[in-house]
Antibody, heavy 120, light 107 residues
């Protein structure tokens, strides 16, 4: 069974940094692209970033470009999202998600999410 | 960036009703359109990819159609467990973008 478990969320001050992790199991992690998607309180889903299976290519939403870095450790089956210069509007539940298939862009399944609150 | 617009933003329908949700892209995305279901407190779930292909395990009452800029998700016979917010997403180009969602409620 595919499992994705996010961690690392919490309360952080504006301008601060946080690193999210997503521990993956139940599939060959190094064969699949991975993504981060977030949902701000009362808002819809927003794609944040994606990374190819090898880690060689990364992609970002304009709203996080230059502040967030997606990375992966294929030896430890873990996806990361390093977030810096955090702002109040980064407050959201952050989901990690796996590509539907090794060649796909769409994602499924998703983790349960981890909550990030940016507030002083 | 490609903007995705969903309509309506919400709807209320009865069990057994046929329900149609719309999604429009700001420019052509060919058939690179996906639909997700999100219920409160749960992980989102992929329903349909590439406009009309049903993800494994998704009930056949869900179907998708469309092309280029206009797309539709249809629930042929609404069930109580279909109460959720539905999002379309284009995967034609990065940044990948979601629509604002359609909240489906059961009367």
């Amino acid at each position: 069974e595919v499992q994705l478990l996010e961690s690392g969320g919490g309360l952080v001050q504006p301008g601060g940094s946080l690193r999210l992790s997503c521990d993956a199991s139940g599939f060959t992690f190094s064969s699949y692209g991975m993504s981060w998607v977030r949902q701000a309180p009362g808002k819809g889903l927003e794609w944040v970033a994606a990374i190819r299976a090898s880690g060689g290519s990364t992609y970002y939403a304009a709203s996080v470009q230059g502040r967030f870095t997606i990375s992966r450790d294929n030896s430890n089956n873990t996806l990361y999202l390093q977030m810096s210069s955090l702002r109040a509007d980064d407050t959201a539940v952050y989901f990690c998600a796996r590509a539907r298939s090794p060649a796909a862009v769409e994602v499924d399944p998703w983790g349960q999410g981890t909550l990030v609150i940016v507030s002083s | 960036d490609i903007q995705m617009t969903q309509s309506p933003s919400s709807l209320s329908a009865s069990v057994g009703d046929r329900v149609t949700l719309s999604c429009r892209a700001s420019r052509t995305i060919r058939s690179f359109l996906n639909w997700y279901q999100h219920q409160p407190g749960k992980a989102p779930r992929l329903l349909i990819y590439a406009t009309s292909t049903l993800q494994t395990g998704v009930p056949s009452r869900f179907s998708g159609s469309g092309s280029e800029t206009d797309f539709t998700l249809t629930i042929s016979s609404l069930q109580p467990e279909d109460s959720a917010t539905y999002y379309c997403q284009q995967s034609f180009t990065t940044p990948l973008t979601f629509g604002g969602g359609t909240k489906v409620e059961i009367k």
